[in-house]
């Protein structure tokens, strides 16, 4: 057996694999050619970077792309990978379609189709997917930690000799927090994340989402019924023991309200019994290794702790989440709303796919006589700082660069479209990830009169837009105060 100091860290590398009709692809094949191509091929590999020149492969024509995305040892450590010191985890995957595989939702023939109508079925990978992990930014490393976590605790799980009888975990993850906060878009972009990741193990992957607020709302007296029905069809799907079902409940606060409350009399029969169905559901799901139950919730005072409510607050202000559901969740994560740095990556994202489309052009810049840093010089700072790839590679692109390369190489150029920006990002205070992706649009709709406009034209109009959100200036100020406003902001 190996000792725990020669247990090497996984450095995780994806295969994306072309779609093929239906035609079946020996995953496992391209696999091993990819692992000895990378073990002859490189010395060094990147996270981030997507890796070229594979066509002498004998099954290249399959393969779409191949991507370093992650590193499995110690946090903070440098972007760059010393073959020698990693154990290569290479996974071939193909994409799915959304409705490939749904017809296995029913649970009895003859059965009536009220719990399929509350539940979203989709095959993972899937092609709706992809994108949504990298498009999502947060502060540290919210994301790539959860999966880790989750990645090992179902890999364990499939050691067939363990007793889950002494040893007990759930699968059940809360991710809680403030509305817009990108909750539900995280839960879904796990699922895929661990579908590609777990390829070893499971064959198959399905998102099985439950909108468990229509199931009280639309089937009032009904609800438990529904919930019990629900699962059971969760139940079909995991018999296959080689499919990985995540199970997505979302605003899990409506099925798994407080017993508690509802007993004070606030709350109908129907959604007490609702709420064991759920608890009985989770009890029997307990025993499927190949199931997760990813939770949403942005109750926060519910969720936080009991005694963050304020024991004369009326319980509909301060609703409680039950304490039996929470007691069965194993990781309760805050997904807080982006800090400044992370809100100058999101708005800076969606800026640049307007300058990629020519919606915005590039404004010119007053300070363009400023003489450039040396490449190699950023190039080091960037190694140094951050684990992103795109660190330093924007010198001349006409797109806004991250801001550890602001920092690093434009500090003295306090009017180039970086420095504008962060500016912005450090009023966007309190602002949900959600309203920041849409801002940036809808200022260039509010705020701006003729297509294409500039960068900077475009920075002024945002700048408003988020004081406008922020209630740091009314939207209703008069047109005159307006062009003053935006005046201030072009200067
Ligand atoms: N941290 C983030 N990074 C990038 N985009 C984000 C982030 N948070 C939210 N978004 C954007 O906001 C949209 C809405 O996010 P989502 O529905 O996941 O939020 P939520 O936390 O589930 O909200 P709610 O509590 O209202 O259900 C996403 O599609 C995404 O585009
Ligand atoms: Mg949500």
């Known amino acids: 057996m190996a000792s725990a100091s020669t247990v090497k860290p996984a450095l995780h590398i994806e295969v994306r694999l072309k779609s093929v009709g239906g035609a079946f692809v020996r995953t496992d094949l391209v696999r091993e050619e990819v692992l000895e191509w990378l073990s002859k091929t490189f010395i060094h590999l990147k996270i ?3 890796l070229k020149n594979y066509d002498a492969l004998p099954h290249a024509y399959l393969i779409e792309s191949i991507n370093v995305v992650d590193f499995g040892g110690s946090e903070g450590a440098t972007s760059y990978h010393r073959l020698n010191d990693v154990q290569l985890d290479v996974q071939a995957y193909e994409l799915r379609e959304e409705g490939e595989g749904a017809s296995a939702v029913r649970t009895h023939e003859g059965d009536d189709d009220d719990a399929l109508l509350h539940v979203r079925v989709t095959p993972l990978p899937s092609k709706s997917l992809n994108g949504v992990w990298e498009s999502l930014v947060f502060d540290g490393t919210i994301p790539s930690r959860l999966l880790r976590f989750i990645t090992r605790m179902m890999s364990l799980m499939k050691i067939e000799s363990l007793d889950t009888t002494i040893i007990n975990w759930n699968r059940v993850i809360l991710l809680y927090g403030p509305p817009g906060s990108g909750k539900t878009t995280l839960a879904k972009a796990l699922a895929q994340k661990l579908a590609i990741r777990l390829g070893k193990h499971f064959t198959e992957g399905k998102l099985v989402e439950i909108n468990a607020h229509s199931v009280l709302s639309k089937w009032f007296g009904e609800s438990s019924k529904l919930v019990g029905k629900m699962f059971d069809s969760i139940h079909t799907m995991a018999d296959e023991e080689t499919t990985l079902v995540c199970v997505l409940i979302d605003e899990v606060e409506t099925l798994a309200s407080s017993r508690e409350k509802a007993a004070s009399g606030n709350e109908c029969g129907d959604a007490i019994r609702a709420t064991n169905q759920v608890l009985t559901a989770l009890d029997r799901l307990r025993h499927r290794p190949n199931v997760l139950v990813l939770c949403t919730s942005n ?30 969740v194993d990781v309760k994560q805050h997904i807080p709303n982006p800090c400044s740095a992370a809100a100058y990556d999101i708005l800076r994202s969606s800026l640049n796919e307007l300058i990629r489309c020519n919606i915005l052009i590039p404004s010119p810049d007053p300070d363009d006589d400023v003489e450039k840093p040396d490449l190699d010089v950023v190039q080091l700072v960037g190694e140094t700082l ?64 003729s297509d294409p406009c500039t960068v900077h034209e475009a920075l002024a109009a945002l700048a408003v837009a988020v004081d406008e959100e922020t209630g740091r200036i009314d939207m209703k100020v008069e047109s005159n105060e307006q062009k003053d406003v935006l005046g201030r902001h072009f200067a």
């Open 386 to 449: 951050s684990s992103r790839s795109d660190d330093w590679i924007l010198m001349d692109s006409d797109s806004i660069p991250t801001l550890l390369y602001m920092n690093v190489c434009l500090w003295d150029r306090a009017h180039c479209p970086a420095r504008k920006l962060w500016n912005i990002s450090q009023r966007c205070e309190g602002l949900s990830g959600r309203a920041l992706r849409r801002l940036p649009f809808l200022a260039l709709a509010l705020h701006t009169h």
């Open 299 to 328: 109750l926060i005072t519910t969720i936080v702790s009991s005694s963050s409510c304020h024991p004369k607050a009326p319980l509909h202000e301060l609703p409680r989440q039950d304490p039996a559901f929470l007691d069965r």
């Open 48 to 50: 981030d970077s997507e």
